[in-house]
């Protein structure tokens, strides 16, 4: 479900539309597209590149499918914004961390937290 989401969350930043209604709560999926309506109203999108690797941190009981469990992943975003003009535009380079709640029976995302560090 959290390589899902983020691909989804991916898809989401570039524009498209992306089903993330099997992996996360609508909710969730209504907050993040409020979120990320001012950005695409400015007529810019994001060219994603998380890159290929992330670290995963998962704390909870997994065998207890009635509580949700916290998971952080971190990864290195080298991502381009795409101006209204086609101009392709780098953006500063940064570490991102979601900090997820997750669900494991069903297995689905119910709160989701972006952080940002800037990287040298």
Avoid: K, N
Avoid at 26 to 52: K, M, N, Q
Avoid at 84 to 108: I, K, M, Y
């Amino acid at each position: 479900a959290i390589e899902h989401f983020v691909h989804g969350l991916g898809l989401l930043l570039a524009g498209h539309d992306a089903a993330l209604d099997d992996c996360a709560t609508s909710e969730l999926v209504v907050r993040l597209r409020s979120a990320l309506e001012p950005f695409h109203a400015s007529g810019e999108v994001l060219r994603p590149d998380f890159g290929a690797y992330g670290e995963l941190r998962v704390d909870g009981d997994l065998l207890d499918a009635a509580t949700p469990v916290a998971a952080w992943l971190s990864f290195d975003d080298r991502s381009m914004r795409q101006l209204p003009d086609g101009r392709l535009q780098a953006v500063p380079r940064q570490r991102v961390c979601l900090s997820l709640t997750v669900t494991l029976h069903p297995c689905r995302i119910v709160d989701c937290a972006v952080f940002l560090e800037q990287m040298a």
